[in-house]
């Protein structure tokens, strides 16, 4: 069933130099060390320049006018569309809507496909992993409706302990939700076993991949996960815009989430009736401009190859583990590089995160310092904050070796106390 | 590399007052949910008068050191000196710039302290309840 589409690529290394060119952010001198892609990624020229055109050129409201620059941009928003789709390999683009961001569309699944479908003495199977989007929308469908949480713990190793899996999923199970990839720890998660258990299980899956989608090829053919959320600002796209996929039986038989504009067929005084996926789903005026510029991200990413970006990743990854591990003190936290992505969680002894953050800012190179949006999973590994480097397609060995630099400094800066 | 200058390292390795009180008549701890760090003071006041103070917590150079500073300057001033102290003596105190995260690490300790006699829940500077 799986197409093989324009969007799988084939191996060829990154000419990162090329790819920086197209960041202007990293045109000072020295240049600026960025290693928070996790939170959010940089923007190339071509993503600014398609939403500047959309500005300047044909900017107008979609799906109503009946004037050409309207019509234009309406093309240019569904095409967008497709081009998500086809990125997912989606079987049809009405599968895929738009949305402010994951948050919005995990939350859209959890009221409107959740209060039709969870009732009390439900399960919602979680895992230690979840970023507080993929987890506190959950807490409240849970107190919303009395079905409760359970969560399919990690190893000691920072990866899924599927030992438990069996006993986690129950009959009473409805609903798995989980994150492909982790932001704080990188472990990729067998995705594949999962939706498979689950489903045996009777359960339907929802993936948070807002860290894998912008960094390596993620199928939902493949995966047959039900629903799958992620961000455009996490892939070299505008914030703003976001996805959910979902298959369109499941979508086709939920209730709107907002209502409005858009998301109609007809309106009378008291009552209406709904329009198709995805408008359903659409209501108001939608981020016009941050969805094109998603599809023009979708097109960069898709240009320079996502299994080219992966592998370069994880080169960066193996390094930054080698550099990092020969600084005495750090503890770096989660799998080894080849089961993780481009994510490193760590600490140096004796000194806190946002002081590590801090001093490396002064060295020009930005990493995250906190609980990561994780605090069950901060928990869990028993410290109050990580620092965090991510890497996207780029970075550089200088930037993991500026990391390593200003460890060092930072080191040598803090370790006269030792109370 | 003025951001963890000599005087706010000092401070944070060898900290003033730092400890708890066995029979305060103020103790109040709060913590910065953005990074977790934790600061609790406690006083022992007499008339107005702040007779004695300590701070104890976990935390960043920043909130550490600026607690450490605080407590200095507040003993044996009054509780009413301290519910006027403001975001920029904080900032005077420390002496260094520092971005608005970063900031909220400084004023962690003042905030404990006015939320702890007074019952004043928001950051200084910002909207004091």
Sequence with gaps: MTQKTMYTSAFRPLDVQAIREDFPIFTETPPLAFLDSAASTQTPRPVVEAMDAYYDTYRSNIHRGIYRISEE???????????????????????????????????????????????????????????????????MLAQRTGASLRYLEITDQGLLDFTQLQDVLTEKTKLVAITHVSNVLGTINPMQSIINAAHAAGAKVIVDAAQSVPHFHVDVQQLDCDFLAFSGHKMCGPTGVGVLYGKLELLDEMPPFLGGGSMIRSVERDISTYADVPAKFEAGT????EAIGLGTAVDYITQAGLASIHVHEQELTKYAHDRLQKIEGVTIYGPAPH?????????????????????????????R????????????????????????????????????EGLQNAQKLMTRRNI | MNIYQEELLDHYENPSNYGTLPNPDISHEEDNPLCGDKIRMDLIVDDDFIKEVRFSGYGCTISQAAASMLTEKIEGKTLTEVKNLSRDDIMDMIGIPLGPVRVKCALLALKVLKAGAYGIKGWPGEEEE
């Design chain 1, 73 to 139: 941009a309406t093309d240019q928003y569904e095409k967008a569309r497709q081009k998500v789709a086809r990125l997912i390999n989606a079987p049809r683009t009405s599968e895929v809507i738009f949305t402010r961001n994951t948050t919005e569309s995990i939350n859209l699944v959890a009221y409107s496909w959740g209060s039709a479908n969870i009732q009390q003495g439900d399960e919602i199977v979680l895992t230690d992993l979840e970023h507080h989007s993929n987890l506190v929308p959950w807490q």
């Design chain 1, 286 to 289: 939608p981020s016009i401009a």
């Design chain 1, 369 to 404: 310092a906190g609980h990561h949006c994780a605090q069950p999973l901060m928990k869990k590994l028993d410290v109050i904050a990580t620092a965090r480097a991510s890497f996207y397609l780029y970075n550089t060995y200088e930037d993991v070796d500026r990391l390593s």
């Design chain 1, 339 to 367: 089961q993780k992505a481009g994510v490193i969680s760590f600490n140096i002894e004796g000194i806190h995160p946002h002081d590590v953050a801090g001093i490396l800012d002064t060295h020009n190179v930005a990493i």
